[in-house]
């Protein structure tokens, strides 16, 4: 159980264009999800923090114009990625909080993230 | 954001236990503790989660002690696969990753 999936697994796109990353919990319904980046090297920096129905909750530093979420569903989210850069290349990762069970502590879990290079 | 501190790296050798240790000095009250197990190129996984003592599952255990400030993650028997980066983290909203720790299993 608690299995979440992101599509695609990896895109290449053009400067300029946008791209379009979905998180989906598969067998349970998310309170919350979450995105991160990751760079080569470097840890998981979250960027922000989406509600089903409500606007996305950006971290500092995290342009919300150039990084669209979109909260559909209490099983989907998506991340858009407007007018991409090839700073913009990264990997992508969502997580989804489930409704908490007896003795969870509000457990986030992750998907097997997107690859993202911006030529 | 919570922080959590961690050794960077530690090597290990195929078949031994693994105890990963995590500060956390300001955990909250109602902050629970994970541990997540990321390879390259994927999302991290989740081991174990746990708020005191001590939690044990099939993967491995946790322990924590009284004034919860502090776990230690334990993998019996590693094998090469268990090679990965091995995150804690504390409480289930915003989490702040640390750098992690990279353990290596030696053959």
């Known amino acids: 159980g608690a299995v979440v999936s992101q599509h695609p697994s990896w895109v290449i796109c053009k400067s300029g264009t946008s791209v379009k990353i979905e998180c989906r919990s598969l067998d349970f319904q998310a309170t919350t999800m979450f995105w991160y980046r990751q760079f080569p090297k470097q840890s998981l920096m979250l960027m922000a923090t989406?509600?089903?129905?409500?606007?996305?909750?950006?971290e500092q530093g995290v342009e919300k114009d150039k990084f669209l979420i979109n909260h559909a569903s209490l099983t989907l989210s998506t991340l858009t990625v407007t007018s991409a850069h090839p700073e913009d290349s990264s990997f992508y990762i969502c997580?989804?909080?489930?409704?908490?069970?007896?003795?969870?502590?509000?457990?986030?879990?992750f998907g097997p993230g997107t690859r993202l290079l911006v030529l | 954001l919570a922080k959590t501190t961690q050794p960077i790296s530690m090597d290990s050798y195929e078949g031994q236990e693994v105890n990963i240790t995590c500060s956390h000095n300001?955990?909250?009250?109602?902050?629970?503790i994970t541990w997540y197990q990321q390879f390259p190129s994927q999302g991290p996984r989740f081991i174990i989660q746990?708020?005191?003592t001590k939690v044990t599952n099939e993967v491995a255990s946790l322990f924590i002690p009284a004034d919860r400030k502090s776990s230690t993650l334990s993998l019996p028997r590693v094998s090469l696969s268990d090679t990965a980066v091995y995150y804690c983290l504390v409480g289930g909203n915003r989490l702040a990753f640390g750098k992690g720790n990279q353990v290596v299993v030696i053959p």
């Open positions: 300001n955990i909250a009250t109602n902050d629970y």
């Open positions: 997580s989804a909080r489930r409704f908490p069970l007896a003795g969870d502590g509000e457990t986030q879990y």
């Open positions: 989406s509600n089903e129905g409500s606007k996305a909750t950006y």
């Open positions: 746990g708020y005191k």
